[in-house]
């Protein structure tokens, strides 16, 4: 296995750059989550947001409960009235996307509350949370949302790459929302994307264009992927960005849903995994086996300090397709019923 080297100990380098250089894939960096929670907050955030006083109550609940959630802060809009109210929004992951819901509320203490409710309410519960004081309306699935790390508090990349990117698409009249870290700032610009609940990484503007036209490419999934929200984070997300992009290239545009990633056969962070999906009105299913490997081991490095230090490694990964099969879950006709109904 190969471990990649730092730069020169003379050298300051950021991040994201120094990454690119390497020609690291971001496969299998991304998020796996059940929820998604973003809370309105006046930047400049502190690292990590979720210390700040307003998260901190909220994040607590949510990091001890059953299901996968993650707390985001997102900047207010620069361009809108300021307002005094108070707002949660909760994306939750769905088969076919994500249903999603906006709390709003005059005091603080109220969010907490609310925090706490969502963390004990089970998976499609959030219809039913009711707290004193909060206001709650449910958010369009349909519509395409940017969520755009821009938190220079916690890497200098997202903080100028980001920022940059963020400026752009809102000229284009693009749905963009400025956030706090994502994780993965060495591939910056980093976003994700809802409903699909996709992440992608080293983001253009081309690209963010086409992700909010839900127009991504084949090309797209294999070099900018990070991970899908509804594989565990490694090979699994290897594994499913690679039959994603396998049926765009077959079918561009197809309504592909997947329904499960599992280990078939696992060594560590290497092994076999199983793919299972199909289209969207479940008339035909498909089952693909792909074989995930490390390939080498990336220094992700601390920006602009000399020799890059300190820095951690975290394995790239390698995939293969081993085998495919599909069948069709459409009803077969009885050719001698018919025959029977002929006269």
Known sequence: MVHLDLPLATEQRPCADWTAQLGVRPWGTGLFLDRLVLVDLGEP???????????????????HCSVRSRVVAVAPDR????????????????????????????????LHGLAAAIGSCEIGELDAVVVAGAQRETVNPDITEL???????????????????????????????????????RFAPTLF???????????????????????ETADDLTTHCRGWWGASTGAAQVAEIMVRSLVESAQPGSRFVVDRVEPENRDG?????????????????????????VERMVPTISCDTPGGLPTKYSAEYRAELVSSSSHSTEPKSDPHRQGANSD
């Open 193 to 215: 994307a809802l409903p699909s609940g996709r992440m992608w990484a080293q983001v253009d503007r081309d690209l963010a264009q086409r992700i909010a036209a839900n127009e």
């Open 147 to 185: 969520l755009l790390c821009t938190q220079g508090t916690h890497d200098l990349c997202c903080g100028t790459l980001g920022e940059n990117l963020a400026a752009s698409l809102t000229a284009d009249g693009v749905r963009v929302r400025r956030v706090s870290h994502l994780g993965g700032h």
């Open 79 to 110: 361009f809108s009235t300021p307002h005094a109210e108070f707002t949660i929004e909760v994306h939750e992951r769905t088969a076919k996307g994500s249903t999603s819901f906006r709390w709003t509320a005059n005091e603080p203490t109220t």
């Open 269 to 293: 962070e290497s092994g076999l995994i199983r793919v299972v999906g199909g289209s969207s009105d479940r008339h035909d299913r498909h089952e693909w086996i792909v074989r995930v490997e």
């Open 45 to 63: 955030w502190p690292k990590p947001a979720v210390s700040s006083a307003l998260l901190a109550p909220i994040a607590a609940p949510l990091a």
